[in-house]
């Protein structure tokens, strides 16, 4: 389908397709497949290990109530021609929406910034917010990882739920110290990291997650 941008904001999202297929070949030299996101319930397309890392984040948010890969080719004209760009996702929020970029800062061209200066006026005109990411820090990339690890249902059969919550509702604990007051501390871990992933509990991810990291209640860090 075909679209002006001024209609773009009522063009029908969710019935869109990926614009490229998320194909593998010998030697190529990125890397695409296909993610999980437990928000969403179901497999997204990315076509780099950087656009994996978001859509990790985005799931991690929690409030997306559906994320679009490659959603729409965009073709627009420049003072040297032709030009067409298409956006690596679309996310849409509770009354809103978010078209992403990903792109590490590295590699970024002038050619690009004209491609981004082109997807951010679009999205302006659709009443979408716009984003470029260029990268992360490298720990938060690692403790989202590691919080995903255990982002699926868990059974909690020993109650080490009700513990852990209770421990830090008393007054916030570096991680492993939370751990050590738990009746089962090695059991613990596993759980505190779900609580952690559905923010139940909270952790400053501005800070590497180890043991020495704080953890709080999920209202903030004053409880």
Not at 67 to 83: H, I
Not at 84 to 102: C, I, N, Q, R, S
Not at 114 to 137: I, M, P, Q, S
């Amino acid at each position: 389908m075909i679209c002006p941008v001024q209609d773009l904001a009522v063009f029908p999202a969710l019935a869109s397709v990926p614009i490229r297929g998320f194909t593998w070949r010998a030697r190529q030299r990125h890397r695409p497949g296909l993610a999980y996101m437990v928000t969403t319930g179901r497999m997204h397309g990315f076509e780099s290990l950087a656009e994996r890392r978001l859509l990790l984040a985005l799931d991690f948010l929690g409030s997306a109530e559906e994320v679009l890969s490659q959603p729409f080719r965009l073709k627009f004209t420049t003072v040297d021609g032709a030009e067409d760009h298409t956006p690596d996702f679309l996310v849409l929020l509770p009354g809103t929406a978010v078209l992403v970029d990903v792109r590490p800062g590295h590699l970024i061209k002038d050619k690009d910034l004209v491609k981004f200066v082109a997807a951010e006026r679009v999205a302006a005109a659709a009443g979408w917010r716009y984003l470029v990411v260029t990268g992360w820090r490298r720990h938060v990339a690692t403790g989202l990882d590691a919080l995903s690890a255990r982002r699926r249902p868990m059974a909690d059969r020993l109650g080490l739920h009700g513990e852990l919550l209770g421990l830090v509702a008393e007054r916030p604990r570096r991680f492993g110290e939370l751990m050590e007051e738990t009746s089962l501390p090695a059991v613990a871990r596993a759980h505190a990291l779900h609580l952690l992933w559905h923010r139940r509990l909270a952790v400053d991810l501005a800070q590497p997650l180890g043991d020495a990291a704080w953890v709080y209640p999920a209202g903030g860090r004053d409880g």
